[in-house]
């Protein structure tokens, strides 16, 4: 099983700014079977990107991703309000599949 | 577009069984899919519990297998949770969904259940 750990916990940034988001796998996955999801409060987690690297349907390009091996990014080029939110990366390389701990992007 | 809903009692009581059904809109459960279960404690992260695919093959979380039976109904297009004995341990936020074969989704907008006597 491979564990993810997110850092950091809490991002405090700006509208406007780039954000930066690190997930970092126990061992070594393949980059199809990494996803990032978004949680709001009170909602449920939004699939943003899947493959490391594809956007999901209708999400904006200000999200990127990328990575390999067990250093994965989520990049959102320009924060606007409502990214305000918490991430969670997640691997489906095995059977259990499991997510990080999240990191909060929260308004400076 | 499809749809996921949850449904079930919001209480339990500790060593009963939490039973959820998710009722798939839009979408037929009978697909190339996989359906689970996915559960946020309050103010924590998020578990997989398990999953099904249409057939009847399932999967479950090792830490969770010896409680847990996740069953499908085709003719209804739902599928369902069971969680036998549980205890404060199982209060969370029960999120079912649909897998592909590298994401989750859509996701229910989840059930609040909490196990309190």
């Known amino acids: 099983e491979s564990a993810l750990t997110q850092s950091p916990g809490t991002l405090s940034l700006s509208p406007g700014e780039r954000a930066t988001l690190s997930c970092r796998a126990s061992?070594?996955?393949?980059?199809?079977?990494l996803a990032w999801y978004q949680q709001k409060p009170g909602q449920a987690p939004r699939l943003l990107i899947y493959?490391?690297?594809s956007r999901a349907t209708g999400i904006p390009d200000r999200f990127s991703g990328s990575g390999s091996g067990t250093d994965f990014t989520l990049t959102i080029s320009r924060l606007e309000p409502e990214d305000f939110a918490v991430y969670y990366c997640?691997?489906?390389?095995?059977?259990?599949?499991?997510f990080g701990q999240g990191t909060k992007v929260e308004i400076k | 577009q499809v749809q996921l809903q949850e449904s079930g009692p919001g209480l339990v009581k500790p060593s009963e069984t939490l039973s959820l059904t998710c009722a798939v809109s839009l979408h037929s459960i009978s697909s190339t899919h996989s359906w689970g279960w996915i559960r946020q404690p309050p103010g924590k992260g998020l578990e997989c519990i398990g999953s099904i695919y249409y057939t009847g093959t399932t999967y479950y979380n090792p830490s969770l297998k010896s409680r847990v039976t996740i069953s499908v109904d085709t003719s209804k297009n739902q599928f369902s949770l069971k969680v036998r004995s549980v205890t404060a341990a199982d209060t969370a936020v029960y999120y079912c969904?649909?897998?592909?074969?590298?994401?989750?989704?859509?996701w229910g907008r989840g059930i609040l259940v909490t196990v309190s006597s």
């Open positions: 997640q691997q489906s390389g095995n059977s259990l599949w499991t």
């Open positions: 969904a649909r897998l592909g074969p590298n994401w989750i989704d859509p």
């Open positions: 493959g490391a690297s």
């Open positions: 061992q070594s996955i393949s980059s199809s079977y």
